[in-house]
């Protein structure tokens, strides 16, 4: 690790550039305190890229549980929460602990891009608010129907009301616009051209401009007010760091609601970690493969240490690592040194943090937010097909216009409609000789593996066969055979000598004429 330290430590620098402002960016999202984001940036840099087995990954605060992390505190309050988070990492490690870092395979595609996608769209709609300085309530209600009474849809309308009759604050949507320009121009333009755009992230840049506007618009009409601004505790001395921390109120663990929280975290952030991970180890230049059940054992190991000191829960986070990877991040130090670097800022710059403003971080999250929900992702899902399109947008549409939970489930649901109408298609292929359907042959070829999924097709084509036919029967390529379809066979010869319908079976174990029973045929040994 210390041999790559000329490489790591530059790296380390622009990953500190880049989770600085989205530290403070995700816990505002998050409904939470400045301070919490960056708890969880430095928990997720030293204790988590210490434990973890991957080289280039960065952990820290994930905008992907924002809206999970929103709804949480506002039904158990923030010390509550944090039991939750602390819980969520324990589950974590007994996800490593019984290896189940493979889990992330399990979860349809469809379903997690959809997840990603609905919270992208979910960030840039709650945040537009904050651009304009309309809103001036930093933890806002991320589901769609607001504990305000208000929904995401009529606070846009607020919004665009707020821009007719001109009732917004000019100051922080000027900002809100320059920082924008600057994060699209560094992004798409000035990133390529030179290691100078590289090392100099443009979240920073937009950061510091917002700084100075602050400074040089007081008393002009276009200033900004205070609450327009992030609030960081300031500690007195490095001794008073800890008056900053929050600890968990562990006498909530009599609430069931608190294991509930505990479960969505814990789940959602592993999911995250598992993508990010495959993710990463796709981008790195010297193709590492990082070992999964130890990335969850890394991450719950984070998540308890964050909840105990009062940060956001940590995820692996593709955006800062990304970031590492292409800055030249060679080993894990360079995700340790970026923790450390964070934990210098608080102590060393608080009342500069607390001169940015809240406009500039909804300009940085409407990028991640479009990061997440890509118009292309929309594209290459319907070119995908309908079997992969319709879970995908049932789940954006649940956690846009319901919550994130709900979309996750409403997508499942589609997600195992989908796969259970595909066993049904592909259970078997039929073929049909001869001109005349009653007096020709029915060819029916079982798939490799049949389950119970298929009773359905399988019964339904069985009902069709006419009259005086000949039905052959090839199962020689099925190497798994449920019992519930050899019993349906065993009833269907019943009908099949009452319909006068004869019956040839072909199999591994022989080729057969109206066995007497499939049951007993079925046991008998394969023929080699």
Not at 264 to 284: N, Y
Request: hydrophobic share 50%.
């Amino acid at each position: 690790m210390f041999k790559s330290l000329k490489s790591d430590i530059p790296a380390s620098i622009v990953v500190f550039f880049v989770a600085l402002p989205l530290c403070l960016g995700i816990s505002v999202a998050s409904g939470a305190e400045p301070i919490t984001g960056l708890i969880a940036g430095i928990v997720g840099g030293i204790i988590v890229g210490a434990a973890s087995g991957s080289k280039i990954g960065v952990s820290g605060p994930a905008a992907g549980l924002a809206v999970i992390v929103a709804a949480a505190i506002a039904n158990l309050g923030y010390e509550n929460f944090l039991v939750a988070v602390v819980l969520a990492g324990v589950f974590q490690i007994i996800l490593g602990v019984f290896k189940a870092g493979i889990i992330g395979y399990y979860f349809p595609s469809s379903v997690i891009k959809g997840m990603l996608t609905g919270i992208g769209i979910v960030i840039i709609l709650k945040e537009i608010p904050y651009f304009f300085g309309i809103d001036k309530n930093p933890e806002g209600d991320w589901a769609f129907l607001q504990v305000d009474g208000e929904n995401t849809l009529s606070e846009l309308l607020k919004v665009i009301n707020a821009l007719i009759s001109g009732n917004f604050d000019h100051g922080a949507t000027i900002i809100a616009v320059v920082s924008m320009g600057i994060l699209l121009l560094w992004g798409n333009v000035l990133s390529k051209k030179g290691k100078f755009f590289n090392l100099v992230q443009g979240p920073l840049v937009a950061v510091l401009i917002g700084i100075v506007y602050y400074f040089l618009t007081k008393d002009t009409g276009l200033e900004l007010s205070k609450d327009h601004l992030v609030s960081v505790p300031v500690p007195d001395s490095l001794a008073g760091l800890k008056d900053l921390l929050t600890f968990p109120n562990f006498s909530a663990l009599s609430n069931p609601k608190i294991y509930i929280t505990a479960f969505t975290i814990g789940l959602v952030a592993s999911l995250e970690t598992l993508l990010c991970v495959e993710a990463t180890d796709k981008l790195d230049p010297e193709k590492n493969v990082t070992p999964t059940n130890r990335e969850l054992f890394a991450q719950g190991s984070g998540n308890i240490v964050s909840g105990l000191i009062g940060g956001l829960p940590v995820t692996q986070v593709i955006v800062r690592s990304s970031a590492n990877i292409q800055s030249g991040g060679k080993s894990k130090a360079s995700a340790v040194i970026h923790g450390f670097l964070l934990l210098i800022s608080i102590i060393t710059i608080p009342t500069v943090l607390n001169l940015i403003p809240l406009s500039v971080l909804a300009a940085i999250l409407f990028i991640v937010g479009y990061k997440l929900a890509k118009p292309s992702t929309f594209k290459a899902m319907y070119n995908s097909g309908w079997m992969q399109f319709v879970p995908f947008i049932v789940t954006v549409i649940g956690i846009v216009f319901i919550d994130l939970l709900w979309g996750i489930g409403l997508g499942l649901a589609v997600g195992i409609f989908v796969v259970l109408y595909k066993s049904y298609k592909n259970s078997h292929f039929l073929h049909k000789e001869g001109e005349d359907v009653d007096d020709g042959k029915v060819k029916m070829t079982l798939a490799e593996e049949v389950t119970f999924f298929n009773k359905g097709a399988i019964l339904k084509e069985l009902d069709r066969l006419p009259e005086n036919s000949t039905l052959e029967l090839d199962v020689t390529k099925t190497k798994f055979l449920d019992n519930d379809i050899v019993e349906i066979l065993e009833d269907f010869s019943v009908k099949a000598k009452e319909r006068n319908i004869n019956i040839k079976l072909f199999s591994e174990r022989g080729i057969v004429e109206n066995p007497e029973s499939f049951i007993a045929f079925f046991k008998l040994e394969k023929k080699k």
